[in-house]
């Protein structure tokens, strides 16, 4: 069952141009049903910022945005095939089976166009910002596989990046120009193009909440300080691995960080909070409780799971624990 409703807000605005005011936003209520019986995991956008796409572990459901009335949806139906990506620039949804094949379908129709044999134990996929490549990390070796998400061609393989520790994910960054390796406290950006590796990025303790920012230049990591006296976002030159600066959050936890598509400021997310940080100056600039009140009952208790800002600035997608998804609408002048 889908319930939505128009509510308002006070929130900051996000573009920097303009102080607190009114923001509208909607809210999507969504229940598990019996044929889609896993809640959502994340959430991304479009390249183009008028789809919102929205994952579970064996699903996938596309939204326009702002209605965000349901447009296109996807499930896998065998228990050894999971939800492997949404490239939207082809409208491919990818599917992972057995660890070992990809399947690759067109969302529109559910055809499937091609099957990808691999010949190594499949460990992460993920779709480019643009949605023509596909991701195939390997759980075998510490390498990324990239394959062209319309024709399943094996485009290119990327190594080079070394570790004793599991790797935890490996990523495209915002402009899709690099790949991002991430190993318990340890980060290094890698170019698509040549295959160049930077300096890797070493943090004292286990890292699990962190984002780049849009020209893959600055890397955000939430963590404990050095004296695990109080939680921090530290900010690292990628290319130099040294510190830039960092924000003292004191005992506030968050989830989730974005940057604005200037890098100039970011977003975080704590259960219940949104906070936003000038990254020019290292400064927090404001955070503002957003759950209590949107599911309408006294008794409820909703947290907040995954932020998404769209790529136009314009929207920040907020992905609950119970599958809720909140689109605010920031209002600039």
Known sequence: MVVKKAVKF??????????????SFTVLAQETDEARNTLAEDIFWSPDSEYLII?????????????QNPWLGFQTVRENQFFGGYCAETNVAAVLEDGKNVLL????????????????????????????????SSADDLAAYLYDSETGEHLQTLTGYSTAAPIYSVTFS???????????????????????LSEPVQFWDFVGVYALSPDSSVLAAFLPDED??????VFYDTE??????????????????????SGNFAILSGQTTLSRVDVSAYQ???????????????????????????PNDHYLAVLTDTGRVMLLAFITE
């Open 10 to 23: 006070l929130i900051v605005v996000l573009s920097g141009l303009a102080v607190m005011m009114a923001a």
């Open 55 to 67: 994952t579970g572990q064996n699903w996938y459901k596309k939204l326009p945005a702002p209605g």
């Open 105 to 136: 379908y067109d969302a529109g129709t559910l055809a499937l166009k091609h099957t990808i044999s691999l010949d190594f134990l499949a460990q992460t996929s993920a779709c480019s910002p643009d949605g023509r490549t596909l991701l195939i």
């Open 174 to 196: 915002p402009d899709g120009e690099n790949l991002l390796w991430h190993s318990r406290a340890t980060f290094q950006v890698q170019t698509v193009a040549d295959g160049t």
């Open 228 to 233: 695990a006296a109080e939680h921090i976002v």
């Open 240 to 261: 130099t691995a040294t510190e830039l600066g960092r924000v003292i959050l004191g005992d506030l936890e968050i989830n989730s960080i974005v940057f604005d598509g």
């Open 284 to 310: 927090l600039i404001a955070t503002d409780t957003v759950m209590p009140g949107i599911t309408g009952e006294e008794d409820s208790t909703d947290l907040i799971r995954k932020i998404r800002l769209s």
